[in-house]
């Protein structure tokens, strides 16, 4: 049996990615997967940065694009296959870590974890969060042969009694019923209202108009959810904005 495996592409307009600067994020990756990811989450894949033409067909692909129009992030295709978008730009490898990392955890967009509502307003509550590796700690990355890459939480950060470390680089402070860092989001359902809840970059705390749609997939539905939060996907601009405070 083959081993997934996931490509990276530039489908920038002009091809403005060097191909030499995608086989060194995938060599990157490569190293990232196996030795710091697969022992914490259990998963991998063989990354590589193929040229045209020679993607196989059954690969996920990560694709490089200009600019984001709408959700980015990781989706599913009309053949129901994943594939990720990650936006061009000086934070480009951890842009595509990011994706990587978090379509090996939850691939389909529909992996839940129960753990204590982070919501001060509602302590006492236990909600169904969408595991998504990268998103409460997107704003803090680390080095592999000169490469940045994405850090990403353990499975210890959705654990209230665990102890530290609860991300890979030991940045967060405590696992969750701690809010997350500024800077970084994190999702999840409430099953007393059925609505997606989430914690947005700046801190706030926002609820979701209408219930969730049953039969939906989850990442898919959050994303229509907060229509007006693109941005949580745009990991440069994520960088740039709180790299500048």
Not at 4 to 31: E, H, K, M, R, Y
Not at 43 to 62: K, L, T
Not at 133 to 151: H, K, L, M, N, R
Request: charged letters at 20%; glycine letters at 8%; aromatic letters at 10%.
């Amino acid at each position: 049996m083959s081993s997934l495996q996931i490509v990276l592409i530039d489908t920038t307009a002009n091809s403005v990615v060097p191909p030499g600067l995608l086989q060194q994020i995938a060599a990157a990756l490569q190293q990232q997967v196996d030795n710091d990811f697969a022992p914490a989450w259990g998963v991998r894949a063989d990354i590589s940065a193929p040229a045209a033409g020679d993607v196989p067909d059954e690969a996920w692909q990560v694709k490089v694009i200009d600019s984001l129009p709408g959700a980015g992030g990781v989706h599913l295709d009309d053949q129901g296959k994943p594939y990720a978008e990650a936006v061009n730009g000086p934070d480009l490898s951890v842009a595509i870590s990011h994706e990587v990392l978090e379509m090996l955890v939850d691939p389909w967009g529909n992996r839940f974890t129960p753990g204590p509502d982070i919501d001060p307003a509602f302590p006492d509550r236990e909600v169904f969060y969408l595991v998504e590796v990268g998103d409460p700690c997107e704003v803090t990355s680390y080095p592999i042969g000169g490469v940045q890459v994405s850090d990403f939480i353990l499975p210890s950060f959705y654990d209230p009694n665990a102890t530290a470390p609860f991300d890979f680089r030991g940045t967060l402070a405590g696992p969750l019923p701690q809010q997350v860092p500024q800077g970084c989001y994190i999702s999840w359902i409430d099953p007393a209202d059925w609505k997606w809840h989430q914690q947005r970059p700046d801190g706030t705390f926002v609820t979701a108009d209408a219930t969730a749609t049953p039969g939906q997939n989850p990442r898919e539905d959050r994303d229509k959810a907060f229509p007006d939060d693109d941005d949580r996907h745009n990991i440069p601009a994520i960088y740039k904005s709180w790299s500048a405070d």
